[in-house]
């Protein structure tokens, strides 16, 4: 089984102008409105490559009754904390004459310690031998920087793997707990490590130290160059094929999810990575915040190049 937890949830909500210009008011000719939060956004990849999973994390309010509503409706199974307040509602406005976009993110309702307890109660229970947590985005308020390796010792407990995807003192107060695979981009592994990304060499040298913090494997993500995976003494490139990109928002997360359906099917993690290059690469085709389809995975899939550094 794979299930997701994600702290931080938000309804995505994106605008498309002519173009983005500031003090004055700003005409949207289109509008999409999708789940949102990077283990969402897995989930959904997931979803649309035919495998199944469980949303767990944070919800509140009407707009957390919507999340719900609409990952149920993919055929998502949920299983929501509820706390107080509003789950947050991010923004993004595109312009339509470049692709530029603005993106604003709101903080996410406060959590209280008897809803961090509630949730590693829920994933204790869930969590088997052989399963593939997600762990992903960013804390909400309330929500110590340590807590996701709380989250990644009772997954590793139940014999079960660990993917982790966040960043700043999250990312740095986790990797501790030993998790299967972290996914920084190359800025966030210099921040995570303070070592120069200028180059290939540079960013292998950077994943080297952070599987020295306690990840077992490192993907670094390079946008449309693809990405890099660190493993023991084995570094690979994956290079994302060629693609007219019309959102790259959330093609990150598909690449998560691609890596996972990989590796809960058994294939080695290179192979697993050419698979979530491939997903990313479809999702960042798509208009909006949507993901993209099983069809078109498998079309990138098979222009993906995979070379051994």
Excluded at 68 to 85: H, N, P, S, Y
Excluded at 173 to 186: D, E, F, M, T
Excluded at 221 to 229: H, P, Y
Aim: some cysteine.
């Amino acid at each position: 089984m794979i299930f997701t937890v994600t702290l931080n949830p938000a309804v995505d909500r994106e605008l498309t102008v002519d173009s983005i210009t500031f003090d004055t008011v700003l005409r949207a000719s289109d509008w999409q409105v999708d789940c949102g939060g990077k283990g969402f956004n897995v989930a959904r990849m997931l979803k649309s490559l035919g495998v199944a999973s469980t949303a767990l994390g944070f919800a509140a309010g009407k707009t957390g009754e919507l999340l719900e509503k609409r990952l149920q409706a993919l055929g998502i199974e949920t299983d929501f904390t509820w706390v107080e307040g509003e789950t947050r509602t991010n923004v993004s406005i595109i312009s339509s004459e470049n692709g530029r976009y603005v993106k604003v993110n709101e903080p996410g309702p406060t959590i209280a310690e008897e809803h961090l307890v509630r949730l590693k109660e829920k994933i204790q229970a869930r969590a088997r031998s052989g399963d593939w947590g997600v762990v992903a985005g960013s804390l909400p308020p309330g929500v110590p920087a340590e807590f996701y390796g709380e989250i990644i010792e009772i997954i590793h407990s139940a014999g079960a793997n660990v993917c982790l995807d966040t960043s700043s003192e999250a990312l740095r107060r986790s990797c501790g707990a030993g998790p299967l695979l972290v996914k920084p981009n190359a800025e966030e592994a210099h921040e995570l490590t303070g070592l120069p990304v200028g180059d290939i060499r540079e960013i292998a040298e950077a994943g080297t130290a952070i599987c020295k913090m306690g990840p077992a494997n490192v993907v670094v993500s390079l946008g449309k160059d693809g990405a890099l995976l660190v493993s023991g003494k084995d570094v690979w490139k994956a290079a994302s094929p060629k693609i007219t990109e019309k959102n790259p928002i959330g093609a990150g997360d598909s690449m998560v999810a691609g890596i996972v359906w990989g590796l809960s099917e058994g294939a080695k993690l290179p192979e697993s990575l050419r698979r979530g290059i491939a997903c990313g690469a479809a999702t960042a085709s798509r208009n909006g915040t949507t993901v993209g389809s099983r069809a078109q995975v498998e079309e990138l899939l098979q222009k993906v190049q995979l070379e051994k550094l």
